[in-house]
C-alpha cells in the first residue's frame, strides 16, 4: 500500500489495517440481498397501516398561471373521499425551505400548496384524501381549478432579458444571485496568452429517476403527541427537523424513518412540500395517510438536475501551459428553490481547476429563475458540469495546440510530490498521482494503436474516435465549515452482553451497501465476524441525530464515525481485559474473537463483553457497558480521481454512436469492498453516459413538460451499454483514518465528458468542435453536415468526400 | 361494479372481489399482501413489476386482474423453496446484481423468462433480453454477470445443486 501524503491536517492514519484486513478489502456478498433478492424488504409504498388512507395532489397543468378559483365540491362528493385541501387551509403549514445563504440571494415564498399562482408544470394546488388510491387519483381530477394562463420563461438567456416574463414579480427580475469566484491575475494571464480557446456548451436538464419514485406514509398519535413519517429520503435527520418546523410540532414529537429507498442519486436529499402535506394530513384527518408519487409526478415535481449554460475560455502559451480559465455559468434554478438549489453551481465553480495547474481563474455564475421545476443535487451535484466544461475545454486546447490531448493533459498535471495541492480556488486537494491514472487508463485501453487505427480508418471512410477525461472530485461532504448544514456524521457502536454488535449509523445508505462495508470494517477492529454486526440506519428515533448519505460521504464520514467510535470500545475491552488477566492494557491485542495479552493469557472476547455487563468484576472507575458514539467531522475533503477512456466510431451517414471500448482507472483511496466500488463505478459510468447520448428534460417555450414518461426521456437500457473495463490506484487520503475517499459520483463525473470527448474526435476531421448533450444521432448528423472547416487532418480524400455525400442526401 | 377472480398465487388460490380496473400489480400488493413485486411506472415502461403469468414475464401493470381470473402467477416472493433460494437469486446475490434492490424482484422475473427459454444465453443476449426492465444503480454490468452466473448454476444437473429449487 502507498504511504499517504503528508496530511495537511492533524488526523494521522493511525491504522495501516484498514486498507487491508481479514474483512476490510474483501469483496464480500452484501448482507442486505438476501431480503432484497427474495421481494421481503419493506420500501415506503410497501407499508400498510391499520385505518391508512391515501392522498393525491392536483397539479397545475400550466408553466404559469393566475389562480381565478377552485372548486373542490365534486372531488368531495365522490363517495369514500375524506377531504380535500388547498392553500386556504394550510395556511401554517410549509413555507418549503431553502437551506442555503448567500448575501445576494432571492429567496422567493415557496408554499407547499399554490397560493394565488402557480410557476411550473407540476407545482401542486389541491391535495385529496381518500379511503383507497383509484378514489383519490380520481377525486384529484375532479378539483376544478379556473387558471388564467400568463406568458412563461424557460430559456436562461431570455429570462435574463428585459422583457422576460417574472417568475416571481415582486424580485422585478429573474436573476437569482451571482456568484463571482476569482483568483490570480486572470486578465494578465489572458494577455500573454499565444491561444485562447472558447466554447459555449449546454449541460442540459436531467431528471435523476430513482427507480422507485417518492413516497410518503405519515401516521400520528396524538395521545403521545408523536407524529412518525415514513419517508424515501437520503436525509432522515435532517427531514425530521425540517418536517417539526413544517408542521409546527416540537422536534422530540417528529419521528421520520427512511425504510429501504429505491435509490435517490441526490433527488431525495431533499425537503419536499409532500413530505410536509402527509404529515400534516395525518394529523388533520387523525387517519394514517399514504402518499406515492407516481412516475408522471415524479418526472414533474422530483427535482432536475444540471441544466447550465456556459461558456469557458482557456488561455495557453505556445508550449500548452495553461495561463488562465475564465467561465461565465448561467444556472437554472427552476421556479423556487428547493433545499440546495443555489448551492449546486457554486460547486461548479470550486471544482473548475479540475486537476490542472491553473495559475488564474475568473468564474461568475448568474442563477437563474425560470418557469421550470427546481433543479437540485443530481448525481455530481455541480462537479459533473464544472468537469465537463474543463475536460472539453481540455480537449479543445489540446487539439489547438495540436498536442495530443492525454499529453496536453499530463503537461498541466500537478506533481504527486505537490500534494497536499492547493487549487486556484481555494481548495487542498487531499493526495492523488493523476500521472498514474492516465498512464494505466492508457495502457489498459491501448490507446496508441486506438490512435493508430483511427488515422488508417480516415483512409477507408471509418470514423473513429478516442475521448480521455482525467478527472477530480470533492468527496467526503464535508468540512461544516464549507456545508449548510453540518459536515460531520455520527456512529455509534454497541457491542451487546451476547457479544453481536449492533452499528447505529446517521448515514442512511440507499443501494451503496453500508450495512456490509460497515459490517467489514467494524468485524476487522474488533476481530469478530461480519455476519455478527447489524448496521442499523434511516430511524432517527434509534441512531444519534446524523446527516445523511450523498456526495460520496457515507463511509469517509459515516464510516470514519464508526471507526472512531470503536476505538473507544477497543481501549475500554483492553482496559477490562487486562484487568481480568492481571495485564496492562497497552499489552493488550484483539483478534480472532479472543483478547491477548503480551504474556501471552488471552480471554475470549464474548467473556471480557459479558463482564462489562455484568460489571461483577471491573476495575474502579470503569463505567459498565459497552457502547460508544462518535462524531467524526473531518478536517477536509477527499478528493477521489482517476481517468477514463473510450473509444467509438460513429457511422457519419446515421449519425450512431457505437461505443467500442471503455475503461475506467478510478483512485477512491483504501476500498473496503472492492465488488461495490465497482458497482457504484459501473452505475455512474452508466448515468453519464445516458446524460452524454440519451436523456434530456425538455420543456417547450410555453413550459409543458414533453418528456413526461420513460417513453420521451431515455434512462440507459442494457443493451445499449457496453461492457466496462475497471482498474484502479490506490492513494489513500490522509484525511481519514481509514484513507478512505469516495467513489459514489466518480463514474458519472468522468464519463460524460470522456464520450463526447471521444464523438468529437472522430468527427475532427469534419472540423466538428463541440455537439450540445445529448448526442443524439440526429444531432451528430447535423454537425457533420453543418461543420464548417475541412481541416488539414482530413487530408485523406475520402472524409470530403464523404462529408459531400452526407450533404447531398440532406 | 366488481367481479369475482381467482387467481393463484405462488400456489396459493386467492378469490377476490375486484374493480374491473384493478391492475394486476395492485391485486398482488393489496390483496395478496405481497410487495415484493414493485412499482415504477405504471405504464409498462420500467418492468419494476414483472411477474410470471402462466409461466411467461408480464409487466403486471399493464395487466388487469380480471385478466389474470383463473390464471397462475408467480412473484419474486414464490421463487425460493423455503431457504433456499433459486438460481437466479444465488446469482444475483453472489454477482453484486443489485444496489438500491427496487428493480431486482423484475429484474429476476424477467431473467427467469429469459433463462427458459435461452438457458445459456451470450452477454448480448442477456442484455437484449433485460432491455424492457431499467436499472438505474447498477449500470447491468453486474446483472449480466448475475444471469450468467445463474445459467451455469441452472445447467448443471440438478444433483449437483444439491437441494436446488
Ligand atoms: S411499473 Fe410496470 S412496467 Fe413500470
Ligand atoms: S438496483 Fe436500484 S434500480 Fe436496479
Redesign the interface.
Known sequence: MATPAKSPTPQKKTNGKAGNGTWVGKRM??K???R????????T??L?LAGMVHCAFTRSPHAHAEIKAIRTDAAKALPGVIAVYTSADTTGLGPVPCAIQMPDLKVPRHPVLAEGRVRYVGEPVAVVVAED??IARDAAELVEVDYEPLPAVTDLEKALGKDSPLVHEQLKSNQAFTHQLKNGDVEAGFKKADRIVKQRMMNQRLAP?????RAVVAEYLPGENRLTVWSSTQIPHLLKTQISLLVGLPETAVRVIAP????G?GSKLNVYGEEGVVPWLAMKTGRPVKW?E??RENFMATIHGRDALNDVELALKKDGTILGMRARVLADMGAYHQLLTPLIPQLTALMHAGCYKIPAIQIDIIGVFTNKMSTDAYRGAGRPEATFNVERIMELGAREMGMDPAEFRRKNFPLPKEFPYTTVTGLTYDSAKYQESLAKALKLSGYDSLRRRQKEGWKRGKYYGVGVSTYVEICAIGPSAATPAGGWESGTVRIEPTGKVTVLTGASP????EETTFAQLVADQLGIDPQDVNVVHGDTLAVPYGIGTFGSRATAVGGTAIYMATQKLKSKLATLAAHLLGSKPADISIGRGQLTAKSGKRIPFGEVVLAAYTARNIPVGFEPGLEATHFFEPSNFTFPFGCHVCSVEVDIETGEIKIEKYVAVDDCGNVINP??V??QI??????GLGQALWEEVVYNDDGQLVTG???DYA???????P??TLDHTVTPSPVNPMGVKGVGEA?TIASTPCIVNAVCDALSPFGVRHIEMPLKPERVWNAIRTAKAIPAIAASAEAPRKREAVRRRA | MTKNVTITVNGVERRASV?P??LLV?FL?ENA???????????S??G?CTVLLDGRAVKSCTVLAVQADGRNIT???G??SGDQ?HAI?EG???E?G????????GM?MCSHDLLEHHPNPS??E???G??G????????????AAVKNAAQKMSRPTAARAGAR
Open positions: 456478498k452484501r442486505e440481498d438476501p432484497m433478492i427474495r421481494g421481503i424488504s419493506h420500501y409504498d410497501d400498510k388510491l383509484y429517476i430513482a427507480m422507485e419514485p429501504e429507498v429505491g435509490g442519486f406515492n407516481g412516475r440507499h443501494g451503496q451497501g465488488l461495490l465497482a458497482g459501473q452505475g455512474g459510468i452508466a448515468q414518461t420513460l417513453m434512462i440507459p437500457k442494457a443493451h445499449l451499454l461492457e466496462f463514474g | 374493480e380496473r384493478l395492485h400488493r399482501g405481497l410487495t415484493g413485486t414493485h412499482v415504477g411506472c405504471e405504464t415502461l420500467c419494476a412473484t419474486v416472493e421463487l425460493a433460494l437469486q444475483f446475490w453472489e453484486h443489485l444496489q438500491c434492490g427496487f428493480c431486482t424482484p429476476i452477454d448480448s442477456i442484455r437484449e433485460i432491455n426492465n431499467l436499472c438505474r444503480c447498477t449500470g447491468y454490468q453486474h446483472i449480466v
